[in-house]
């Protein structure tokens, strides 16, 4: 194990091995974009950490001691390797595809129509798009990005509200054939559709104040789905308002409940230093949300 505490200062490690490089303390400042006195101040440090003369001076020529030759050998491999590192370690980073994870429903509805402008404004980008129910864990070499509807609880990570989008009850108005009886009671019995792994038309009502069991019958779908299977009259579906605007307003949907809770669709990302394919994605996506008509969108100044 390295003992740190012996390790010299990296800065004046540098500056030797730059003028052991360049062969000039005014070419190794240049290089590093220091001045010259900065550059000879490092080695002097670094002599005296070590205890040991690096080079000997004769007016403006410098030349290197034998133990200065021998440090900056070692110096010179040391530092080709973390640059070797580094570069592989970008270079994986500036290629990796951006992998970004959302909800079947939202993806197919919202995001991939509109996919085709970031594509025009970002050609190089590889994208994944990973349409899940399940909170996929945003780590680094795995998700980057996260669009999730909620309230904004995110622990540990930057959520950032893009879009106001409360929930509601709809269905096709054929399925009810008039005002519901009842209330939201009466909800119960009726069929519903789900989205897989999704649990939400129970939660739903038993934020309403509904106890009973849905006893009308549940259809499971991916999420994509549930809004064809609604439109066809086949059960109720809780979605987000944003979601089915269009439908609402052409009539093929009509809304059954709205929840009160202020909830939108948030974007959710790791706190720290964004690679640059994740920035533009991050920017891109708060600009169409500020586009939508009727939304009312979150300046992110991301």
């Not at 622990?155 to 509200?161: E, H, I, N, T, W």
Request: glycine share 10%.
């Amino acid at each position: 194990m390295m003992d740190w505490r012996d390790m010299p200062p990296l800065s004046a490690l540098r500056a030797f091995s730059a003028v052991a490089e360049s062969g000039s303390v005014v070419a190794a400042a240049a290089r590093l974009g220091v001045t010259h006195a900065a550059i000879s101040q490092q080695i002097r440090v670094l002599e005296k950490a070590l205890d040991l003369p690096l080079v000997s001076r004769a007016g403006r020529k410098i030349e290197l001691t034998e133990d200065g030759r021998q440090l900056a050998h070692g110096l010179g491999l040391g530092f080709a390797e973390i640059l070797r590192s580094v570069s592989a370690l970008t270079e994986a980073q500036r290629t990796r595809p951006l992998q970004v994870t959302t909800t079947a429903m939202f993806a197919s509805t919202w995001l991939v129509p509109r996919l085709g402008s970031f594509r025009m404004a970002n050609p190089g980008v590889d994208l994944v798009l990973d349409p899940s129910p399940v909170l996929r864990p945003l780590e680094p070499g795995g998700f980057d990005v996260a669009i999730r509807h909620g309230t904004g609880d995110f622990p540990g990570l930057d959520a950032r509200k893009l879009m106001d989008a409360p929930l509601v009850v709809v269905a096709a108005p054929d399925l009810l054939n008039g005002p519901l009886d009842g209330g939201p009671d009466a909800l119960a019995g009726l069929p519903w559709l789900s989205e897989l792994e999704q649990n939400e038309a129970s939660l739903f009502l038993s934020r309403q104040g509904v106890a009973k069991a849905l006893s009308g019958g549940v259809i499971h779908l991916p999420g994509n789905l549930v809004l064809d299977a609604a439109r066809n009259g086949y059960g109720l579906a809780v979605v987000t308002e944003v979601l089915v605007a269009a439908d609402i307003a052409s009539g093929n949907l009509r809304v059954v409940l709205r929840d009160q809770t202020d909830r939108g669709y948030y974007l959710v990302t790791r706190p720290g230093v964004q690679r640059p394919a994740l920035r533009a994605f991050c920017r891109w996506l708060t600009a169409e949300a500020k586009r939508e008509p009727g939304l009312n969108a979150a300046a992110l100044g991301v």
